[in-house]
């Protein structure tokens, strides 16, 4: 079965950085699409970024250029570099893998992460 893990949640102030990751139990290129979310607390859960296997890239516009979805498929692992944090980013972030022949969804479990000063 397929299994995604998230890393790297954590505290940091307003301005500061934080690099989440997300593994996958097999090849990237097997999903059509890797994705982050976040859900505030006592909101719905919000797309944040994506990444087509073949390298195509989206951002929601709040995260629009100080966010980056990548990948490294050496290791199995999405990526989000979060920069620039500031504290309505305080969320827990999902990783999303999705195929679409046949149609699959699959989430993580989610980590935290709080930006406070």
């Known amino acids: 079965q397929v299994q995604l893990v998230e890393s790297g949640g954590g505290l940091v102030q307003p301005g500061g950085s934080l690099r989440l990751s997300c593994t996958t139990s097999?090849?990237?290129?097997?999903?059509?699409?890797m994705a982050w979310y976040r859900q505030a607390p006592g909101k719905q859960r919000k797309l944040v970024a994506t990444?087509?296997?073949?390298?195509?890239?989206n951002y929601a516009d709040s995260v629009k250029g100080r966010f980056t979805i990548s990948r490294d498929n050496a290791k199995n692992t999405v990526y989000l570099q979060m920069n620039s944090l500031k504290p309505e980013d305080t969320a827990d972030y999902y990783c999303?893998?999705?195929?679409?022949?046949?149609?699959?969804?699959?989430w993580g479990q989610g980590t935290r992460v709080t930006v406070s000063s």
């Open positions: 999303n893998a999705l195929t679409v022949f046949p149609s699959h969804d699959y």
């Open positions: 097999g090849s990237i290129y097997s999903f059509d699409r």
């Open positions: 990444l087509s296997n073949g390298g195509t890239t």
